[in-house]
């Protein structure tokens, strides 16, 4: 080292360039063909200008803007000629010419034998290959302006080996870029996600940013060895990142709850992270005992940049996994399904083998041995319930006895009052036989309307028609109990205005304005609008199965039989609905003799019908609005179907 610092500063510097001038064919025809362009004086005092620009003697030049670069000496004709005629003034072509002669026989020699190359040769200190390159880039610039007549070239071990260096850190970025795209690819295919394949490069680019932040932040050039870092980094930080996510995708089945799996997983993999990533760069951290400054930079940086990635995976991942759902291909590739199998299940009508598959994975499923307990009765639930094979027995227990309600076959859905409502369990459950379920809780449905809203929403749908089902025989249910007196009528509407206030836990006015004007509006295209005068039936509805009324504005009333008897109609048992409102009790109004209630406009009003047919082109065409309205319609049918619950249990 320091031999080197001798030679960089005692004497012209350790590196060189050659530039090599030629004469351009056009001026070879246009002058006397007798006169070489390279013997000119015109040519000397070209190169004379080309040095004074070179070394700044006449005030700062484009030269002094490259940071580590020192021209410490030139060796050309200039310089000789200066000295033997103490000056170039008036100088002649024949004297260049006589020059040339007389320098080629005894001195300093600066044409080739066949006199079609001038060679001239820069000394100089550089700090490295990016300023020497720029240098470089500098002349191709600058010194056709001196020479307009000669063609340059430039040649030299120093230049080359510059431009090598320079080549060998751009293939390594160019190499770092595409095993990026490589390892996003391999990941989406792994998670089944493009999204979950950025979640899980992000730390690893995160740390390639900071990295190169540095460098740039400390003007540090990149160099061969330096280039090769963002590529170790990146490999150790994606081996630790699948790591903690297959480790996390299997305490999330086990435990059911995002947070709980990511606290699960951290000290796990996180230790096993921890020590080998230390153990790493204090390896790395060994090379900056080194003389050589590309060698200390390189194992500082190296140990640095795995302390990031490292940080970045323990802080990122933990985070951001607990709001996403995590699916592998290996998990969708065990999951056998079919279109037997998903015609038999509630919950995936209308869903491909594949979307079935992707509701089902973003879920937890469980299996239960016979006589297992599920939930007590009174338990506050936060799930709902899938019977994917097997049978779950659903039962009351009062004083000690048990009562045996209904056996719920592969296919029926349960226990989503519990998890739209977090209300308490209305009965028991336990596994009848050996049972698989599907567990579905808020964990799963909000990862799923974000990655793939189109199935959420199908789902939400497949929620309404159940929820819409259970609604309407409750209902008929609680018309059927028992006759009710209109004497008593207006203390019974009291009472369900009570019940109502008590059970209602979203307000459907205030979440149809949420969606905004925007989605209003594209939900109204989806949507038959049907206007009915003050006093009229609402005869134009049919109240199927899949088929959703909601006043939008006005007031209309649900009125149910006073008996089952009579052919009177009152206010009874429903209510009127008025604002925005999903009038729930539709499917009761049947139009017919039978009809166990009506429905009557008490004021002009303007409702909005969704059919079924027109609900999945919604979830085809806008699948995020699909969702959000129909995890609403689902809300809206729990807090209705709750009141009637109540208003049953009363009567």
């Not at 340059?152 to 095993?179: K, M, R």
């Not at 709001?323 to 995936?348: A, P, R, S």
């Amino acid at each position: 080292m320091q031999d080197l610092h001798f030679i960089e500063n005692e004497l012209a510097g350790t590196d060189s360039l050659r530039l090599l001038f030629k004469a351009k064919p056009d001026s070879l025809s246009q002058q006397d063909s007798n006169l070489n362009p390279l013997k000119t004086a015109n040519t000397i005092l070209g190169l004379e200008k080309f040095q004074e620009w070179l070394f700044q003697k006449k005030g700062a030049t484009e030269i002094g803007k490259i940071e580590g670069l020192r021209i410490d000496k030139i060796h050309s004709p200039v310089d000789v000629l200066d000295h033997y005629r103490l000056g170039l003034d008036k100088l002649t072509d024949d004297e260049v010419d006589k020059f040339y002669a007389k320098s080629g026989e005894k001195g300093p020699k600066f044409l080739s034998d066949a006199e079609d190359i001038l060679q001239v040769t820069l000394r100089m200190t550089s700090s490295g290959s990016t300023s020497f390159l720029a240098l470089r880039d500098l002349l191709i610039q600058k010194v056709p302006e001196f020479l307009p007549d000669l063609l340059f070239s430039y040649t030299g071990g120093s230049v080359l080996a510059s431009e090598s260096a320079n080549n060998i850190a751009q293939g390594q970025i160019n190499s770092v870029i595409l095993a990026l795209v490589i390892v996003f690819v391999m990941l989406s295919l792994l998670f089944l996600s493009w999204k979950m394949g950025v979640i899980a490069l992000f730390p690893n680019i995160i740390t390639i940013l900071v990295f190169f932040g540095l460098l740039g932040w400390l003007d540090i050039p990149i160099g061969v060895t330096i280039s090769v870092i963002a590529a170790i980094a990146l490999g150790i930080g994606v081996d630790d990142t699948i790591h903690f996510l297959s480790h996390y995708n299997e305490y999330a089945n086990k435990l059911r709850n995002k947070r709980k799996a990511s606290v699960k997983t951290i000290p796990v993999v996180g230790r096993a992270m921890l020590f080998s990533t230390i153990s790493l760069s204090a390896g790395f951290i060994l090379f900056s005992q080194s003389e050589m400054e590309s060698v200390i930079l390189f194992g500082s940086f190296t140990a640095l940049t795995l302390l990031v990635c490292l940080a970045i995976d323990m802080t990122f991942l933990p985070s951001v996994v607990m709001e996403t759902g995590l699916i592998t291909v290996w998990d969708y590739v065990g999951l056998k399904f079919d279109e037997e199998f998903i015609n038999e299940i509630d919950l995936f009508q209308n869903m491909s083998v594949r979307e079935a598959k992707i509701a089902s994975l973003m879920a937890y499923t469980v299996d239960m041995k016979p006589g297992k307990l599920l939930f007590s009765q009174g338990d506050v639930g936060d799930e709902m319930y899938v019977v994917l094979n097997g049978s779950i027995s659903i039962f009351l227990e009062k004083d000690g006895q048990r009562t045996d309600l209904v056996r719920l076959e592969k296919g029926k859905t349960f226990g989503e009052m519990g998890l739209f409502r977090n209300a308490e369990r209305s009965a028991g459950a336990e596994a009848y036989e050996k049972t698989r379920l599907l567990v579905i809780n808020r964990d799963c449905l909000e990862p799923l309307k974000k990655r793939n809203p189109k199935i959420a929403a199908k789902l939400y749908l497949n929620l309404a028609n159940r929820l819409q089902s259970s609604l309407k025989e409750t209902d008929e249910r609680l018309l059927t109990q028992k006759d009710f007196d209109l004497a008593s009528l207006e203390t019974k509407l009291i009472e369900q205005e009570k019940i109502e206030r008590e059970e209602m836990s979203i307000d459907p006015e205030a979440e149809w304005e949420k969606l905004g004007r925007k989605w209003r509006s594209k939900l109204e295209s989806y949507s038959e609008i049907i206007n009915v005068e003050s006093g009229k039936k609402l005869t134009k509805v049919k109240p199927e199965k899949g088929n959703y009324l909601f006043i939008r504005s006005g007031e209309v009333a649900v009125e149910s039989r006073v008996s089952p008897k009579s052919s009177t109609f009152s206010v009874g048992y429903c209510w009127t609905r008025k604002d925005f409102d999903l009038i729930g009790e539709i499917v009761l109004c049947e139009g017919n003799g039978d009809s166990k209630a009506r429905a009557i406009a008490r004021k002009d009003s303007t409702l909005m019908l969704f059919t079924q047919d027109r609900l999945l082109a919604l979830t085809q065409q806008q699948p995020r609005i699909a969702s959000q309205f129909l995890e609403n319609l689902v809300c809206f049918f729990s807090d209705q179907l709750a009141i009637a619950d109540k208003r049953l249990q009363i009567n």
